[in-house]
């Protein structure tokens, strides 16, 4: 069985840092390209992050980039979103997800940031 469990999620005052981990299982982690999305109340979900599993490659949503950063543990099959000076903005549920190709195939339940202001 497949699954995507995040954690580390809370809430925190503007300008503080959060780390999301996400443990994935039933399925080969190098093979897959992982990511995260966020959505916040009354807005469609977006991307935040993916990290390709084949070359390490990362890439970042404008809003995000300079203040958060992925990395994949994958001894651990385990994807990382570090989070550092956090604004209201950045308040949704946050989300991972794994696809082998374009499509994404595996969603978690979600972790819920809150950032005071």
């Known amino acids: 069985e497949v699954q995507l469990a995040e954690s580390g999620g809370g809430l925190v005052p503007a300008g503080g840092s959060l780390r999301l981990s996400c443990v994935a299982s039933?399925?080969?982690?190098?093979?897959?390209?992982m990511g995260w999305f966020r959505q916040a109340p009354g807005k469609e979900r977006e991307g935040v992050s993916c990290?390709?599993?084949?070359?390490?490659?990362?890439h970042y949503a404008d809003s995000v980039k300079g203040r958060f950063t992925i990395s994949v543990d994958n001894a651990k099959n385990t994807v990382y979103l570090q989070m550092n000076s956090l604004k209201s903005e950045d308040t949704a549920v946050y989300y991972c997800?794994?696809?082998?190709?374009?499509?994404?195939?595996?969603w978690g339940q979600g972790t819920q940031v809150t950032v005071s202001s």
């Open positions: 990290i390709s599993g084949r070359d390490g490659s990362k």
């Open positions: 997800a794994a696809k082998r190709s374009r499509e994404w195939d595996y």
């Open positions: 039933g399925f080969t982690f190098d093979d897959y390209a």
